[in-house]
């Protein structure tokens, strides 16, 4: 017999019974810590204690870039839903819907206009929430109409890389968007602006092979697993062991693919420094004339 359930009236029963959130705690995956929520979105989702760097929401990305926590969302073009009328154990376009209705996004990708320390950037960020950031034709339209603003506005364009690759559901669509964004970023190129990337947590597949790998920067986040089939599959097919921390951020910064690892915390200040001189715009805070 419970006796609160049967003995205390009904107002006091619903007094003391009260919802906990699913994720009022978020264990590190490293260490077993137990960090408040709260606390580790006040941290930019970085572990305190062990520095291990935890997947971001688009939203929050872009919060922590633009000045002031402000910008302008930028429309995306609209493609068919399901092109190819796939289904496997469930419907693509219901996949989809559910993407929609977990992230409050309409696909994989979000794209932003606003100052950076007082300069106009174009940013677009990948989120893994929705389909693991998946590159499908929204996700291409969507890094295409980002570059072709940043060209249309004369900015730098900053892009957050987290991805599994193509999304497999519309096929050899979704692998066309691996040309179409090269051939954005030849529009970048063209216009002499700078293209910065920064690869996050994980990015692989399709993305890894074709924007990811272009721009004229590449940042990484420490510890972010960055390459084209993941280390199993290459062990698997070269019958070898990988060395330790082989496709890991510092791995690959010591063997010159990345040019930087960046603290999430130290990250918006290297993008505004690298933004300006990369434009030749004079130092946060000074006017050409101060700064010649």
């Not at 930019?44 to 922590?64: C, D, E, N, W, Y």
């Not at 040309?179 to 529009?187: H, I, S, Y």
């Not at 924007?211 to 062990?235: C, K, N, Q, S, T």
Request: aromatic share 6%; proline share 6%.
């Amino acid at each position: 017999m419970n006796w609160i359930t049967d003995v205390l009236p009904p107002k006091i029963r619903s007094f003391l019974k009260r919802d906990t959130p699913e994720n009022l705690w978020v264990k590190c995956p490293e260490t077993g810590q137990m960090v408040f929520h709260k606390d580790l979105e006040t941290n930019l989702f970085v572990i305190p204690g062990s520095g291990v760097h935890m997947r971001m929401g688009s939203t929050a990305r872009l919060k922590s870039v633009f000045d002031n926590g402000t910008w302008f969302d930028v429309q995306l073009p609209d493609v068919p839903p399901d092109p190819l009328k796939f289904r496997d154990e469930k419907r693509y376009v219901d996949r989809v819907k559910d993407a929609r209705a977990k992230t409050g996004m309409n696909d994989a990708i979000k794209v932003g206009y606003g100052k950076l320390e007082g300069l106009a950037v174009t940013v677009a960020v990948q989120d893994m929430d929705f389909m693991a950031g998946s590159l499908g034709t929204a996700a291409g339209e969507a890094i295409v109409k980002g570059m072709m603003t940043a060209v249309e506005k004369n900015t730098p364009f900053i892009i957050f890389t987290a991805s599994g690759g193509a999304r497999m559901q519309e096929g050899i669509l979704s692998l066309m968007q691996m040309p179409r964004t090269t051939v954005a970023v030849q529009a970048l190129r063209a216009a002499k602006l700078p293209y910065i990337v920064v690869l996050t947590n994980p990015t692989t597949g399709g993305v890894t092979a074709s924007y990811a790998m272009l721009g004229d920067v590449h940042i990484a986040e420490p510890g972010a697993l960055i390459g084209f089939a993941g280390p199993r599959v290459i062990e698997q097919t070269i019958r070898e062991k990988l060395p330790d921390g082989f496709q890991r951020a510092e791995y690959l910064k010591d063997h010159g693919m990345v040019d930087l690892v960046v603290h999430r915390h130290d990250l918006r200040e290297t993008l505004g420094r690298l933004c300006r001189v990369l434009t030749k715009a004079p130092p946060a805070g000074q006017t050409e004339a101060e700064a010649a």
